[in-house]
């Protein structure tokens, strides 16, 4: 099992800029896929941004030139910087974790609420 705990949301202006975080804890995956995906009230989950264990790195269009994916393997940690945010950005973030051998193992965090005022 693999335990996500993420941190950082909140309420911003819009322009504004917010830094999550997800701290990943128990089973350890040599090949992983790390992510951030948002839903908004009425929509459907949608992904933000993934980095896979080789570090490759993945983005909505929506939110290419604005957000940046990183993570700290030391600490088994996974940040999102969100900069220039916009009220369309208003969502909960959802921190996910693939684990990938002989079948892909899948978790989720709880969310975290980011709120983007005009």
């Known amino acids: 099992q693999v335990q996500l705990v993420e941190s950082g949301g909140g309420l911003v202006q ?4 917010l830094r999550l975080s997800c701290a990943a804890s128990g089973r350890i995956f040599s090949s992983y896929v790390m992510g951030w995906y948002r839903q908004a009230p ?3 989950r949608e992904l933000v941004a993934i ?3 080789g570090g ?3 983005y909505a269009d929506s939110v290419k030139g604005r957000f940046t994916i990183s993570r700290d393997n030391a600490k088994s940690t996974m940040f999102l910087q969100m900069n220039s945010l916009k009220p369309e ?4 973030y959802y921190c996910n974790y693939k684990g990938i051998e ?3 193992y899948d978790y ?3 969310g ?3 709120t983007v005022s005009s």
């Open 51 to 53: 980095v896979n264990s």
């Open 56 to 58: 490759v790195t993945n």
């Open 89 to 92: 950005d208003t969502a909960v």
């Open 112 to 114: 975290t609420q980011v």
């Open 42 to 44: 009425g929509k459907q």
């Open 108 to 110: 989720w965090g709880q």
């Open 14 to 17: 819009s322009g504004g800029s």
């Open 102 to 104: 002989s079948m892909v």
